[in-house]
């Protein structure tokens, strides 16, 4: 062998002394068709000759992106209202996105779907929400066109198109665009970011994460978090995107790149580093109403909005700061300055990858599209906030005496915090309502930052034409050369819908090109056509159900041109148009699969009752193995309002201590364990009240069937039960449970077995990792 070795290494010596010349690429615009993909190869010759040193190879086949393509970075951020960032009038300085936008466009009149999922998949493929069958997220999806959660095939995402015609592509932080379903290593996969044109993937599946414990995957691998103290992801995220990008330039600096950013941040839980959260403290004592007048009185000296522009009125069920008590404005101001401290933070980690590209030469020729918000901000935090975000899934009211009690720690990774709908509001400025209110401009208009040196010469201007997040992926399209293709894997594709954005670089006064874009969510619903908004709010965002039906709605009329902020109903003064708007809604809603309109809430969360999949089906009992981890509520068997029996068959090691199997983490959970060899089984209420049924002696090392059995009290949701441990058949240890969990335990720290990942259940003492071995756990659910 190493003498063969040695005779191919001298003959390739040799052969570099006589190479002859190398044919060039076959990769001429002219020559490629990129309407269709995969791009078809031509085809390959064949020979006569018997030596190849007689013959003549041809060009090597190679697609590359179009001459001149530039570099794309798409920054979304999460739940950020249109007030929020000084960029936009807002209290909060943002100083990456205020540079970005002193070097670029500010677009004032851009807007999303008023949901995190369905804006991004909206902004991911140029089609709308419900063309994208993701008409709410997916954790509500049905059987009805248009709601799925399934991305049709006869849409391909834009990070597909782009890989395909050239690019590297990378996404990192949130993804919420796989249905929940589909989340385990059995998949399908195919929804997944690196099955949906991302090479590289490194974040969350789902609507939110813990930045102090996250659940991270890397690719379609969940990966462990980092034991650092100062650990969070959003700076991991950064982190990881700076050294993809750095390792892209030094292996192929001519190929450019596509880097999708979108951190967990600003979306509940809030969570940021204390010398972020104190650089705002007493900033927002003044309260809601204050920093409502205060962004809109910025807002028109930066001529973000027009000198006419009055403020909307606030909600009727919002109290005014002046009516509320010492305790809630000391609450309320501290849920706002770690929300501050939030965003700031997230701001502070996107101008690290901003300078990272910008130290390696390339920020001239990369397009930087930063989207402030995938939606309004979130009110789902109710009128008081919460402590714990659990406890809005679980319908569990927080006080404002038990929420102080967290003061100091607000933020912290005790806790898993959201603020009170009062700052939503004001977030939303000059604007009414929030996020999940799509006929309301506080739910769908976010500020938009684009700066392109190489293509852009405007400097920090302002862009008023009517634009939406379905015009990104037609506008990246433009810019590189690169069709949206016609037909992909042999399957014609959908016509894109969006309309590119590029018209408006040069030209500031330049006509609108988006004329038509409807809007709905969850029965808030409304119709935009060249300036004039018909809409009708079915629903507040603090409400559980609507007080209304679909059909019993009212509908209001704006002109927009003239009422920025939608404080003018003109229905009364305009009814033919009215009736003509309404007729353009029904239309458009009938065309892009949005009908018929379902504005259900909590029972769309229940799988069975709308028809929607899951892993388990009809099955009551589930044999799991060791290392099964990260499996969520669709996956995981549903132990939830109900009696069941865990059966472990497990050899204890020398130490008898880890995790058998659990389900949740620090804020609702529960978990068949072991400590100090003492069977055990924690139920973990809400964060509030911990409950450990555990043996009084410990076992010895060996094999043994380990058996925790819970009798439910039955009679309706979250109701307690006793639970009992045997071993090999034999009681040693029995306990009450007072009440239980009626809805999830958490939507990131999710079901393991022989480990405990994200946030602990219960108290493991040094190791949550089962120290024996788990040959199985059986799980029976009780009729």
Same mark, same amino acid.
């Given at each position: 062998?190493?003498?063969?070795?040695?005779?191919?290494?001298?003959?390739?010596?040799?052969?570099?002394?006589?190479?002859?010349?190398?044919?060039? #690429?076959?990769?001429?615009?002219?020559?490629?068709?990129?309407?269709?993909?995969?791009?078809?190869?031509?085809?390959?010759?064949?020979?006569?000759?018997?030596?190849?040193?007689?013959?003549?190879?041809?060009?090597?086949?190679?697609?590359?992106?179009?001459?001149?393509?530039?570099?794309?970075?798409?920054?979304?951020?999460?739940?950020?209202?249109?007030?929020?960032?000084?960029? *936009?009038?807002?209290?909060?300085?943002?100083?990456?996105?205020?540079?970005?936008?002193?070097?670029?466009?500010?677009?004032?009149?851009?807007?999303?779907?008023?949901?995190?999922?369905?804006?991004?998949?909206?902004?991911?493929?140029?089609?709308?929400?419900?063309?994208?069958?993701?008409?709410?997220?997916?954790?509500?999806?049905?059987?009805?066109?248009?709601?799925?959660?399934?991305?049709?095939?006869?849409?391909?995402?834009?990070?597909?198109?782009?890989?395909?015609?050239?690019?590297?592509?990378?996404?990192?932080?949130?993804?919420?665009?796989?249905?929940?379903?589909?989340?385990?290593?059995?998949?399908?996969?195919?929804?997944?970011?690196?099955?949906? @044109? =991302?090479?590289?993937?490194?974040?969350?599946?789902?609507?939110?994460?813990?930045?102090?414990?996250?659940?991270?995957?890397?690719?379609?691998?969940?990966?462990?978090?980092?034991?650092?103290?100062?650990?969070?992801?959003?700076?991991?995220?950064?982190?990881?995107?700076?050294?993809?990008?750095?390792?892209?330039?030094?292996?192929?600096?001519?190929?450019?790149?596509?880097?999708?950013?979108?951190?967990?941040?600003?979306?509940?839980?809030?969570?940021?580093?204390?010398?972020?959260?104190?650089?705002?403290?007493?900033? =927002?004592?003044?309260?809601?109403?204050?920093?409502?007048?205060? #962004?809109?009185?910025?807002?028109?000296?930066?001529?973000?909005?027009?000198?006419?522009?009055?403020?909307?009125?606030?909600?009727?069920?919002?109290?005014?700061?002046?009516?509320?008590?010492?305790?809630?404005?000391?609450?309320?101001?501290?849920?706002?300055?770690? *929300?501050?401290?939030?965003?700031?933070?997230?701001?502070?980690?996107?101008?690290?990858?901003?300078?990272?590209?910008?130290?390696?030469?390339?920020?001239?020729?990369?397009?930087?599209?930063?989207?402030?918000?995938?939606? @309004?901000?979130?009110?789902?935090?109710?009128?008081?906030?919460?402590?714990?975000?659990?406890?809005?899934?679980?319908?569990?009211?927080?006080?404002?005496?038990?929420?102080?009690?967290?003061?100091?720690?607000?933020?912290?990774?005790?806790?898993?915090?959201?603020?009170?709908?009062?700052?939503?509001?004001?977030?939303?400025?000059?604007?009414?309502?929030?996020?999940?209110?799509?006929?309301? =401009?506080?739910?769908?208009?976010?500020?938009?930052?684009?700066?392109?040196?190489?293509?852009?010469?405007?400097?920090?201007?302002?862009?008023?034409?009517?634009?939406?997040?379905?015009?990104?992926?037609?506008?990246?399209?433009?810019?590189?050369?690169?069709?949206?293709?016609?037909?992909?894997?042999?399957?014609?594709?959908?016509?894109?819908?969006?309309?590119?954005?590029?018209?408006? =670089?040069?030209?500031?006064?330049?006509?609108?090109?988006?004329?038509?874009?409807?809007?709905?969510?969850?029965?808030?619903?409304?119709?935009?056509?060249?300036?004039?908004?018909?809409?009708?709010?079915?629903?507040?965002?603090?409400?559980?159900?609507?007080?209304?039906?679909?059909?019993?709605?009212?509908?209001?009329?704006?002109?927009?041109?003239?009422? *920025?902020?939608?404080?003018?109903?003109?229905?009364?003064?305009?009814?033919?148009?009215?009736?003509?708007?309404?007729?353009? *809604?029904?239309?458009?809603?009938?065309?892009?699969?949005?009908?018929?309109?379902?504005?259900?809430?909590?029972?769309?969360?229940?799988?069975?009752?709308?028809?929607?999949?899951?892993?388990?089906?009809?099955?009551?009992?589930?044999?799991?193995?060791?290392?099964?981890?990260?499996?969520?509520?669709?996956?995981?068997?549903?132990?939830?309002?109900?009696?069941?029996?865990?059966?472990?068959?497990?050899?204890?090691?020398?130490?008898?201590?880890?995790?058998?199997?659990?389900?949740?983490?620090?804020?609702?959970?529960?978990?068949?364990?072991?400590?100090?060899?003492?069977?055990?089984?924690?139920?973990?209420?809400?964060?509030?009240?911990?409950?450990?049924?555990?043996?009084?002696?410990?076992?010895?090392?060996?094999?043994?069937?380990?058996?925790?059995?819970?009798?439910?009290?039955?009679?309706?949701?979250?109701?307690?039960?006793?639970?009992?441990?045997?071993?090999?058949?034999?009681?040693?240890?029995?306990?009450?449970?007072?009440?239980?969990?009626? @809805?999830?335990?958490?939507?990131?720290?999710?079901?393991?077995?022989?480990?405990?990942?994200?946030?602990?259940?219960?108290?493991?003492?040094?190791?949550?990792?089962?120290?024996?071995?788990?040959?199985?756990?059986?799980?029976?659910?009780?009729?």
């Amino acid at each position: 062998m190493k003498k063969l070795l040695s005779i191919l290494c001298t003959a390739v010596i040799l052969a570099s002394c006589t190479q002859q010349p190398v044919p060039e #690429t076959n990769n001429t615009a002219g020559n490629i068709d990129r309407t269709v993909l995969p791009i078809k190869e031509p085809a390959r010759p064949t020979y006569s000759e018997l030596n190849v040193k007689d013959a003549v190879a041809p060009p090597r086949f190679e697609v590359k992106a179009p001459q001149g393509a530039p570099n794309i970075v798409i920054i979304l951020i999460d739940d950020m209202g249109f007030g929020v960032s000084d960029a *936009f009038g807002g209290p909060i300085p943002m100083p990456t996105l205020s540079k970005l936008a002193e070097n670029g466009l500010r677009f004032n009149r851009f807007h999303t779907t008023s949901l995190c999922a369905p804006t991004r998949m909206a902004l991911l493929t140029g089609y709308n929400h419900h063309s994208n069958n993701m008409g709410v997220i997916t954790e509500a999806a049905t059987t009805f066109p248009g709601y799925t959660g399934v991305r049709p095939q006869t849409i391909t995402p834009m990070a597909e198109v782009l890989r395909q015609n050239g690019y590297n592509t990378a996404q990192f932080g949130k993804c919420h665009e796989v249905p929940p379903w589909e989340i385990s290593n059995n998949g399908p996969q195919d929804r997944w970011p690196t099955h949906s @044109g =991302f090479e590289k993937f490194y974040g969350f599946l789902g609507g939110e994460t813990n930045q102090w414990a996250p659940l991270i995957y890397d690719g379609v691998i969940l990966v462990e978090t980092p034991k650092d103290p100062n650990y969070h992801f959003t700076t991991d995220m950064t982190n990881q995107a700076i050294s993809w990008v750095e390792t892209q330039k030094a292996l192929q600096p001519d190929k450019p790149f596509f880097i999708y950013y979108a951190p967990g941040a600003t979306h509940a839980p809030h969570h940021a580093p204390k010398e972020w959260i104190d650089k705002y403290k007493g900033k =927002f004592d003044q309260g809601w109403d204050k920093i409502r007048e205060e #962004t809109v009185e910025r807002q028109k000296r930066l001529g973000i909005i027009p000198e006419n522009t009055e403020l909307a009125p606030r909600p009727e069920d919002i109290k005014a700061w002046e009516s509320l008590s010492p305790d809630e404005k000391k609450l309320f101001a501290r849920q706002m300055e770690v *929300f501050a401290g939030f965003a700031a933070h997230t701001d502070y980690e996107i101008g690290q990858l901003i300078s990272a590209i910008d130290e390696l030469g390339v920020l001239d020729s990369t397009i930087v599209i930063f989207i402030a918000g995938d939606n @309004g901000s979130s009110a789902e935090g109710q009128m008081l906030g919460m402590y714990s975000e659990m406890t809005y899934f679980n319908q569990y009211p927080e006080t404002v005496p038990d929420m102080l009690k967290h003061y100091d720690e607000w933020g912290s990774p005790s806790t898993y915090p959201h603020y009170a709908a009062g700052w939503a509001v004001a977030l939303d400025a000059p604007f009414k309502w929030t996020k999940q209110v799509a006929s309301d =401009f506080g739910g769908t208009r976010n500020g938009m930052v684009i700066q392109w040196p190489a293509g852009i010469e405007a400097k920090g201007e302002i862009r008023s034409q009517f634009g939406h997040v379905i015009d990104i992926a037609p506008t990246i399209y433009e810019i590189t050369g690169i069709p949206a293709p016609t037909t992909v894997n042999g399957i014609p594709q959908d016509p894109i819908e969006g309309s590119s954005l590029v018209y408006t =670089f040069t030209d500031g006064n330049a006509p609108e090109k988006h004329h038509v874009q409807y809007f709905e969510m969850m029965g808030n619903r409304g119709i935009y056509e060249d300036g004039w908004l018909a809409r009708t709010i079915h629903r507040a965002p603090w409400w559980f159900q609507s007080k209304v039906t679909i059909e019993e709605d009212t509908w209001e009329l704006y002109n927009t041109l003239e009422d *920025f902020s939608l404080a003018k109903d003109l229905a009364a003064q305009h009814p033919d148009k009215l009736k003509e708007m309404q007729a353009l *809604f029904m239309k458009e809603a009938e065309k892009y699969h949005v009908l018929p309109i379902d504005d259900r809430l909590l029972i769309r969360t229940n799988a069975q009752a709308v028809g929607r999949p899951t892993l388990l089906g009809n099955r009551t009992s589930v044999t799991y193995v060791e290392g099964m981890k990260g499996m969520g509520v669709d996956i995981f068997i549903d132990l939830r309002n109900k009696g069941y029996t865990m059966t472990a068959d497990v050899e204890i090691g020398a130490n008898g201590n880890g995790v058998i199997v659990c389900q949740g983490g620090r804020f609702g959970g529960l978990t068949f364990y072991l400590k100090n060899g003492k069977p055990a089984f924690g139920y973990n209420f809400l964060g509030l009240e911990t409950t450990d049924i555990m043996a009084l002696q410990a076992l010895k090392p060996g094999r043994y069937t380990l058996v925790y059995d819970f009798v439910y009290d039955g009679d309706g949701a979250g109701k307690g039960g006793t639970g009992t441990l045997t071993v090999d058949g034999n009681k040693v240890a029995e306990g009450r449970i007072n009440r239980t969990q009626p @809805g999830i335990f958490s939507v990131d720290d999710l079901a393991d077995v022989g480990m405990d990942e994200g946030t602990w259940v219960s108290d493991y003492g040094t190791s949550d990792k089962f120290d024996g071995k788990i040959h199985k756990v059986k799980i029976e659910m009780k009729k």
